[in-house]
Each structure stands twice: as structure tokens, then as C-alpha cells.
């Protein structure tokens, strides 16, 4: 409920043809929900099994392989998406709705808490009541800040309405995941594999931006970056041995590639 007060809200103080432009902010990048959801939906059962052994530290080695990742997928898909918005909304829903483009890219941040797959532990530990909670605090923080800023601020306090209806029970959740899991801030993620594929974003990035400074129709410049950039992120991303579908690919690498697969 919380992720659509703003919507509830700001139609209010919005024309129709503002609200559908508005409503393209939430278009998701293509596959990751669905990748995040198939990892989720193996390590759920594992991590319940870990708790009812009070296996405590391998239930955090495997959350923080689980985010590991999540979070190889989920920052290379955020900054190519980000850089791209304005190509993907012309090619999809055509120039009169790339003004849509700053609510996206705001929008695209809220995968930098999702890919923490909240909520996991909570389930697998039968603490449903708290992923219950953290929800009605959200909805709650999140209706009164949509009350004073969205007749305010228009589309601009309904984006950020909607980012407070996100993120806050993400956050929650992550808190009393940590109770659970009996473990700080610093512990809780693999903050080094987030640096690690942060950082080859940054560097994939870069000629996609080259390419995109030339002029070209959306759907050439889509095909051409995407082309370049998403099997650089993924040799780099193995070299440094943060890959998330390494287990999948290697087999096939030894099979028909034995001498180079490494």
C-alpha cells in the first residue's frame, strides 16, 4: 500500500496526461525483478533450514552471497539504464514521454534496496509479523509526507512520496533481519563485492557514453551500448570473481571452450 500513496494522492493535483507520464517512472528494468525473485526463491528454503539448526554465521555467509549477487546484477542494470532512460522511454512509448526521464532514473535508485532481497530472512525465520510492521510504518510515514509535499510539490512530491514508500520497509526489514541474524551494519553486507561491481560499472560505463555522444536513432543507440557495454560488465565482473551466473556459465566455458575458461 505504501508503494502507491503517491499515486492515490497526486491525481489530485496532476491532468490525465500528466499522471500517464508520471506513471512510466515506474517501468522496471527488463529481467531483473524476475532475476531477483529466481535467486530469492532458491536461498529462501536453504536459509530456513540454516535457522532451525541456529546455524547463525552460515546463514549470514549465505545471505551475503545472495546480495553478492543481487548486486552484481543490480548495479551494472542501474547505471546503463540510467545513462539510457531517455532512448528506452522514446523507443518504447515514443517522444512525448520522455519527460518522464528524471522520475525513471530516480526511480532506478530503489534497486540499490531491493537487491538487498529484504525480507528473506524474516520469512525463512517465520517473523512475518515484523515484515508486517515495518509495511504499516511505511504506509503511515509515507501517507503524511505525501499529505504535506505532493499539493506542494506536484509530480516532484509524488516521486519522492513513492521513493519514501519503497525504501522505508526496506529498511526497516533489513533492521530486524539484523537482530535475527545478530549482526552490525558492517557484517551484514558484502560490502566488498558491492564496491568491486560498483566499480566496474563505473568503468563499463564509460563507452556507452562515447557512443551515445554521437547522435543516433533510440533503438540503434539501445542495440549498439547494450552490445558493448553488458559483455564488457560481464567479462570484467568474472575476472573479478563476482559474476552471479558463474556456476551456470563455467560449465559450459569447460565444455566447449576447455583451454580458455578460466
Same mark, same amino acid.
Given at each position: 500500500?505504501?508503494?502507491?500513496?503517491?499515486?492515490? /494522492?497526486?491525481?489530485?493535483?496532476?491532468?490525465?496526461?500528466?499522471?500517464?507520464? !508520471?506513471?512510466?517512472?515506474?517501468?522496471?528494468?527488463? /529481467?531483473?525483478?524476475?532475476?531477483?525473485?529466481?535467486?530469492?526463491?532458491?536461498?529462501?528454503? &536453504?536459509?530456513?533450514?540454516?535457522? &532451525? =539448526?541456529? &546455524?547463525? =554465521? =552460515?546463514?549470514?555467509? /549465505? !545471505?551475503?552471497?545472495?546480495?553478492? &549477487?543481487?548486486? *552484481?546484477?543490480?548495479?551494472?542494470?542501474?547505471?546503463?539504464?540510467?545513462?539510457?532512460?531517455?532512448?528506452?522511454?522514446?523507443?518504447?512509448?515514443?517522444?512525448?514521454?520522455?519527460?518522464?526521464?528524471?522520475?525513471?532514473?530516480?526511480?532506478?535508485?530503489?534497486?540499490?534496496?531491493?537487491?538487498? *532481497?529484504?525480507?528473506?530472512?524474516?520469512?525463512?525465520?517465520?517473523?512475518?509479523?515484523?515484515?508486517?510492521? *515495518?509495511?504499516?510504518?511505511?504506509?503511515?510515514?509515507?501517507?503524511?509526507?505525501?499529505?504535506?509535499?505532493?499539493?506542494?510539490?506536484?509530480?516532484?512530491?509524488?516521486?519522492?512520496?513513492?521513493?519514501?514508500?519503497?525504501?522505508?520497509?526496506?529498511? %526497516?526489514?533489513?533492521?530486524?533481519?539484523?537482530?535475527?541474524?545478530?549482526?552490525?551494519?558492517?557484517?551484514?553486507?558484502?560490502?566488498?563485492?558491492?564496491?568491486?561491481?560498483?566499480?566496474?560499472?563505473?568503468?563499463?560505463?564509460?563507452?556507452?557514453? /562515447?557512443?551515445?555522444?554521437?547522435?543516433?536513432?533510440?533503438?540503434?543507440? %539501445?542495440?549498439?551500448?547494450?552490445?558493448?557495454?553488458?559483455?564488457?560488465?560481464?567479462?570484467?565482473?568474472?575476472?573479478?570473481?563476482?559474476?552471479?551466473?558463474?556456476?551456470?556459465?563455467?560449465?559450459?566455458?569447460?565444455? !566447449?571452450?576447455?583451454?580458455?575458461? *578460466?
Amino acid at each position: 500500500v505504501s508503494q502507491r500513496i503517491d499515486k492515490l /494522492l497526486v491525481n489530485r493535483y496532476i491532468t490525465p496526461e500528466e499522471f500517464a507520464v !508520471y506513471s512510466l517512472a515506474f517501468f522496471s528494468i527488463p /529481467l531483473v525483478d524476475q532475476a531477483f525473485a529466481s535467486i530469492n526463491n532458491v536461498v529462501t528454503p &536453504k536459509i530456513a533450514s540454516l535457522l &532451525k =539448526e541456529n &546455524k547463525t =554465521e =552460515e546463514t549470514v555467509t /549465505l !545471505y551475503r552471497q545472495v546480495v553478492g &549477487k543481487t548486486s *552484481s546484477i543490480a548495479f551494472p542494470s542501474i547505471l546503463y539504464f540510467t545513462v539510457m532512460a531517455p532512448e528506452l522511454l522514446t523507443f518504447l512509448f515514443t517522444e512525448d514521454y520522455v519527460t518522464a526521464t528524471p522520475f525513471y532514473r530516480i526511480y532506478l535508485l530503489m534497486f540499490i534496496f531491493t537487491m538487498t *532481497s529484504y525480507g528473506i530472512v524474516l520469512r525463512a525465520a517465520g517473523r512475518t509479523k515484523w515484515i508486517m510492521i *515495518s509495511n504499516f510504518i511505511g504506509m503511515a510515514l509515507t501517507a503524511g509526507l505525501g499529505f504535506i509535499i505532493i499539493p506542494e510539490f506536484a509530480l516532484w512530491g509524488a516521486i519522492g512520496t513513492a521513493m519514501c514508500g519503497i525504501a522505508t520497509p526496506i529498511l %526497516l526489514q533489513l533492521h530486524f533481519e539484523r537482530k535475527v541474524l545478530q549482526v552490525n551494519m558492517l557484517n551484514h553486507m558484502p560490502w566488498s563485492v558491492i564496491f568491486k561491481g560498483s566499480l566496474a560499472s563505473a568503468i563499463c560505463i564509460v563507452p556507452v557514453l /562515447l557512443i551515445r555522444a554521437v547522435v543516433l536513432p533510440p533503438f540503434v543507440s %539501445l542495440a549498439l551500448t547494450a552490445s558493448v557495454f553488458f559483455p564488457l560488465i560481464g567479462l570484467l565482473e568474472w575476472k573479478l570473481g563476482i559474476f552471479a551466473f558463474e556456476k551456470q556459465v563455467r560449465p559450459l566455458l569447460e565444455k !566447449y571452450f576447455p583451454a580458455n575458461n *578460466s
